[in-house]
């Protein structure tokens, strides 16, 4: 482990146990005599430390993966889950859990991204995000209109102009209402 990532830990350590910082300093001057500072500490002296908080009562928890996965999702990457779970309701995925969409996105941004995919759709940041929120509306879509033409169902047409409409909000309406007719 890297010394960085040992301070951080030391540092969650120290919030978790709730040490203020005159019982900190007093500890790691207990541990590493003649320093007060992970800064000032080497790799071994650090690691030191990190087991005199454990033994106060801190563990290292391996699931930061599932907690960020429950954290509050941006709304871009809630979408994403909703459509997944239409897709799934709809009969186009077969498995709609967190799971397979995130082994379908690492698919995705893999080919995005030079090769290494994103491993969940909750690390999903930026124009990446976007991007994956995009191909997935279009797949829909696309799975969407190909059923609707099999089965004989008009496409949504505008009232104005009496165009086909083809943006995904319509369509998927058009495919809802299909279905509660009975027609899917």
């Known amino acids: ?59 290292r928890t391996s699931a930061r993966s599932d907690k960020r996965r429950t954290s509050r999702p941006s709304d871009i990457s809630a979408k994403i889950r909703v459509i997944w779970r239409f897709m799934h309701i709809d009969g186009f995925v077969i498995d709609g859990s967190d799971v397979a969409l995130d082994r379908w996105v690492q698919r995705i941004t893999s080919q995005k991204n030079g090769g290494e995919g994103v491993a969940s759709v909750a690390w999903l940041r930026g124009d990446m995000v976007i991007a994956v929120l995009e191909s997935l509306k279009q797949w829909h879509l696309r ?21 086909e409409l083809r943006d995904y909000d319509s369509v998927r309406s058009a495919f809802i209402a299909a279905r509660a007719r009975g027609k899917q």
């Not at 709730?18 to 500490?41: A, N, Q, W």
């Open 1 to 59: 482990m890297s010394r960085i990532s040992l301070i951080k830990i030391i540092h969650v350590a120290r919030r978790k146990l709730g040490l203020d910082d005159e019982t900190y300093r007093t500890m790691i001057g207990s541990i590493v005599p003649g320093k007060s500072s992970c800064r000032d500490m080497n790799i071994q002296e650090l690691e030191k430390v990190l087991k005199a908080l454990e033994g106060k009562g801190f563990s």
């Open 143 to 163: 799975v969407m209109r190909e059923t609707m033409t099999e089965r004989g169902i008009m496409m949504p047409v505008s009232p104005v102009n009496g165009r």
